[in-house]
């Protein structure tokens, strides 16, 4: 019965999330990328990926902007529309997270002691684990309400406890660069205040991920 009120939507939003989603697993390696010509020195190479990072931010904003102008009104959709914003609202800041620590990074050359790197290119790589795993929880979720399927919802329910299991994962190693920048002996205390606010954008990533995987969980419960 519930398959066949499917067909009374005029167009699922899940279209549009699936499409944004893509978007935040396509910065994944521009970040990281970024992130490694800042390491090196590099200004110009930092330059051009950040530049990649805030066109597709700027493409996620229109794709959300779709959404949010095109949910239908006085039409039965499968889950809130409170609950579609929100879920929207977290996966959208997610992108804006990612430029906004691209933008940090621009301000200021700050030397990352080295020993420290492996573990900021550690931050890098949960970060990207995150960004990875957003595209196939909103797919999963696509399939689960066309079909309303109990296989189909457990594979949501699955693809929400990767994306906990990577927050969590990139939030000790957050933890621990801040206490290590904090601790460290800068000659010049706003380099410990640039790369642990830098640390703190990167988390807010995966405390996103984190959200929007919250309210995909509340959206397919029962």
């Known amino acids: 019965m519930r398959t066949a009120l499917m067909s009374l939507f005029r167009k699922s939003p899940f279209e549009g999330l699936i499409k944004h989603a893509k ?3 396509d910065c994944n390696p521009v970040f990281r990328q970024a992130v490694l010509a800042y390491l090196d020195n590099s200004p110009t190479e930092f330059e051009i990926y950040h530049n990649q990072v805030t066109m597709i931010e700027h493409w996620g904003d229109e794709i959300k902007r779709n959404i949010r102008g095109h949910l239908p009104r006085n039409i039965l959709l499968p889950v809130d529309k409170f609950q579609i914003l929100w879920y929207l609202r977290e996966q959208d ?3 804006d997270s990612i ?5 940090w ?5 700050t030397e990352v002691p080295d ?3 492996d573990d900021l290119l550690l931050m890098v790589e949960k970060v990207g684990d995150v960004l990875t795993s957003m595209h ?3 797919v999963a979720a696509d399939t689960y309400f066309n079909s309303y399927s109990e296989k189909h ?3 949501v329910k699955q693809a929400i406890r990767k994306i906990r299991d990577f927050e969590s994962q990139s939030d000790m190693v957050e933890r621990k660069l801040k206490s290590d920048f904090l601790s460290h002996p800068f000659e010049n205390p706003t380099s410990a205040f640039h790369l642990t606010k830098l640390v703190q954008y990167m988390g807010g990533i995966s405390d996103h991920a984190e959200n929007a995987g919250d309210m995909m969980r509340a959206m397919i419960a029962k």
């Open 23 to 25: 978007l935040i697993g």
């Open 93 to 95: 800041k997610m992108l």
């Open 99 to 103: 430029q906004n620590a691209l933008h």
């Open 105 to 109: 990074l621009s301000y200021r050359q």
């Open 115 to 117: 020993e420290y790197v």
């Open 136 to 138: 196939p929880m909103v």
């Open 153 to 155: 919802r457990q594979e």
